[in-house]
Antibody
Framework: EDQLLESGGGLVQPGGSLRLSCAAS????????MNWVRQAPGKGLEWVSA????????YYADSVKGRFTISRDNSKNTLYLQMNSLRVEDTAVYYC??????????????WGQGTMVTVSS | DIQMTQSPSSLSASVGDRVTITCQAS??????LNWYQQKPGKAPKLLIY???NLETGVPSRFSGSGSGTDFTFTISSLQPEDIATYYC????????FGQGTRLEIK
């Protein structure tokens, strides 16, 4: 069974940093692009970033470009999101999501349970 | 960015009703449109991909149609367990989601 498990969320002050991880199992991780999607409290879904299966083909939403860095370690079946210069508006549940067919542009058929990031002083 | 306009934002219906949600893209996205269901405190669940294809294991009362800029999501006979928020999402370009439709039982 395909599974994703996020970790690393928490409370951080504005301007601070946090690194999220997403551990994958049940599928050939290196064959799949991966994504981060976030959801602010009471709000809708916002795509954040994507990375190709080999670590190339990296994309960001304008709202996080220059502050967030997506990466992956295929030997550990793990996806990362390094978040720097955090803002109050980055407060959200962060989900990692697997594309159905493995492509960068695709439907997301497997989601993690999410990890909460709270940016507050 | 491609903007997705989803309507209505909320909907109240009775068990057994036919429910329809629409999603309009700001430009032609062919059939690169998906529909998700999200229940409170849970991750989204993929229901429909490529506008009209039912994801494995999803009940057949759910369906989708459309292409280009105009798309429709339908529940043929509303069940109590369908209470959730529904989102459309395009992937013709960098992914964007609609604002969501909160579905309640009347």
């Amino acid at each position: 069974e395909d599974q994703l498990l996020e970790s690393g969320g928490g409370l951080v002050q504005p301007g601070g940093s946090l690194r999220l991880s997403c551990a994958a199992s049940g599928f050939t991780f290196s064959s799949y692009a991966m994504n981060w999607v976030r959801q602010a409290p009471g709000k809708g879904l916002e795509w954040v970033s994507a990375i190709g299966g080999r670590g190339t083909g990296i994309y960001y939403a304008d709202s996080v470009k220059g502050r967030f860095t997506i990466s992956r370690d295929n030997s550990k079946n793990t996806l990362y999101l390094q978040m720097n210069s955090l803002r109050v508006e980055d407060t959200a549940v962060y989900y990692c999501a697997k594309p159905r067919g493995g492509y960068l542009h695709d439907a997301f058929d497997i989601w993690g349970q999410g990890t909460m990031v709270t940016v507050s002083s | 960015d491609i903007q997705m306009t989803q309507s209505p934002s909320s909907l109240s219906a009775s068990v057994g009703d036919r429910v329809t949600i629409t999603c309009q893209a700001s430009q032609d996205i062919s059939n690169y449109l998906n529909w998700y269901q999200q229940k409170p405190g849970k991750a989204p669940k993929l229901l429909i991909y490529d506008a009209s294809n039912l994801e494995t294991g999803v009940p057949s009362r759910f369906s989708g149609s459309g292409s280009g800029t105009d798309f429709t999501f339908t529940i043929s006979s509303l069940q109590p367990e369908d209470i959730a928020t529904y989102y459309c999402q395009q992937y013709d370009n960098l992914p964007t989601f609609g604002q969501g439709t909160r579905l309640e039982i009347k």
